[in-house]
């Protein structure tokens, strides 16, 4: 199974555009789980996802909670509250 991450605004700025990933890695089922084991991918990526920060996320461009399933093909963004165009 494979899903795409992105990340927007700040937390683009620290982590790039986004990427591919291979679920079978990380024994993720959700996507709070999701941001959990990219944490701990390098000290950027720990820092910005944080649990103590405000981020906001959404599963195929729909905003959704942590507990959110992840499936094939799934697209999972990472996004500030606020954000700009």
Known sequence: MSITIRYFASVREKLGAGEQLVLGDTGARTVGELRQWLRGRSALHAD????????????????????????DGAEVAFFPPVTGG
């Open 48 to 71: 910005a996802l944080d649990p103590d920060k405000c981020l906001r996320t959404a599963c195929n461009q729909t905003l959704c909670d942590a507990d959110a399933p992840l499936l």
